[in-house]
């Protein structure tokens, strides 16, 4: 077959644009993947207890965006699901994001009642407001309230996951999990969310299945793809590739690493099986320090299925770790660590290839951001639109 687009990995930003290209555009597309699974960090299956285990980490799908729900629709269908996480807080499981609930878990009834009171009087009633902002607050009371939650929910789970404190890394990480002045007690708010019926690896299957779509599993791009700087090309097994191509890997990687390795935080699973149910709710946050649990959270998948009448349970405990990717542990990226030095870094891989017109880096590795599922689809179907 003579492709007309070479597409390099397999998780959201590859398949949907391979998907696009094949079925609206009617072209030839080969993807080239180095797992031996397709669906990247969304790889989930049926494990030997009946619960479906999410290989590289709990996946959420949230969205306020229609327009992803109604294209990823065309994959599969949905069952409703509102995640809800629990964090140990001075030996009680309290409510995170930290809400109005778990003021009143964590702090005895008049205080709780005061503090309450000036957080409503000072934001509002259902309101959001990021921790760094929260502490800012000149308000005696407030402050102290602040500074509670910084160290109990913000401080050790960050130092854990990120090897660095809530200040060091880039303000937008840790507002992800506001502090929310009201009683929703979901871990996400926006307007759409639900899981895929069968799982996320069916959603890949179901896009890749076209007849225009080759997939090639356990295949390093390397040994087929060539960037060449000087000439702004690009070959695919020694001859010159004019289609397009769009990569999703991590850009250090493509240019050999010339300007230094691009930081990454990753993750190891240590997954068991128990009896019952463990936990409480599917998510339960450790942001105790180091020493206490060098976790940062415990995944219990079979509470987040439609339905699990099963005997067993399979857990996964999540362990943070600087990223290496010699080492035996820690060596898939996983979070992108934008500290200035490295967006320098990664602007200056960026500039090496932007001669190059028919390549595209699109998704969290390529795009070195800290994308959720739904921005990577959008930015997805976006570059697909922008190319054809
Ligand atoms: N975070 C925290 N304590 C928590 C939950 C989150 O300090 O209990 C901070 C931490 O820095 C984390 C960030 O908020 O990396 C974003 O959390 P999120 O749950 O969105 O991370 P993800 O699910 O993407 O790993």
Redesign the pocket.
């Known amino acids: 077959m003579k492709y007309d687009v070479i597409v390099i990995g397999c998780g959201f930003a590859g398949s949907v644009i391979a998907e696009r290209f094949a079925s609206q555009s009617n072209k030839k597309v080969l993807i080239l993947e180095k797992r031996s699974h397709i669906g990247g960090n969304m790889y989930d299956f049926i494990d030997d207890n009946g619960v479906r285990y999410h290989e590289y980490g709990p996946h959420i799908f949230h969205t306020n965006s229609k327009d992803v729900v109604d294209y990823l629709s065309n994959f599969t269908e949905w069952y409703p699901y509102e995640h809800r996480v629990l ?1 140990l807080i001075q030996g009680k499981k309290v409510p ?1 994001p930290f809400n109005l609930t778990s003021i009143e878990q964590c702090f005895e009834h008049d205080k709780a009642e005061k503090l309450k009171q000036v957080l409503v009087e000072a934001y509002g009633m259902d309101t959001k407001v990021p921790i760094l902002r929260l502490k800012e607050n000149p308000n005696e009371e407030v402050k102290e309230l602040a500074d509670f939650i910084y160290e109990n ?2 401080k050790y ?2 130092m854990k ?2 090897g660095l404190t ?1 200040e060091e890394i880039d303000p937008g ?2 507002a ?2 506001p502090v929310l002045v009201g009683r929703d007690d979901r871990y996400f708010q926006d307007k759409y969310q639900c899981m895929p019926k069968n799982g996320y690896t069916a959603i890949f299957e179901n896009m890749l299945k076209h007849e225009n779509i080759e997939v090639r599993l356990n295949v390093d791009a390397h040994e087929h793809l060539r960037v060449d700087i000087q000439e702004n090309k690009v070959y695919f097994d020694n001859e010159e590739f004019t289609g397009t191509v769009i990569f999703t890997g991590a850009v250090d990687d493509l240019l050999n690493y010339e300007f230094g390795d691009l930081s990454y935080r990753s993750l190891e699973f240590d997954k068991q099986t128990h009896d019952g149910t463990y936990q409480e709710v599917a998510t339960v ?1 450790y ?1 105790t320090p180091a020493e206490m649990n060098g976790y940062t959270r415990i995944t219990e998948y079979k509470l987040m299925m439609e339905t699990y009448p099963l005997e067993k349970t399979t857990i996964a405990v999540e362990y943070p770790y600087a990223y290496n990717r010699k080492a035996d542990k820690g060596n898939i990226p996983y979070y992108p660590i934008f500290t200035s030095e490295d967006k320098e870094k990664y602007e200056m891989y960026c500039d090496k290839i932007k001669g190059i017109t028919n390549l595209h880096v699109v998704g969290r590795l390529a795009d070195y951001k800290y994308y959720n599922m739904d921005q990577i689809v959008a930015r997805a179907l976006m570059v697909y639109k922008n190319i054809k």
Request: net charge positive; proline share 13%; glycine share 6%.
């Open positions: 964090g995170i929910v913000f789970y960050t996951q990120w809530p990480v840790t992800r999990v946050n942001p």
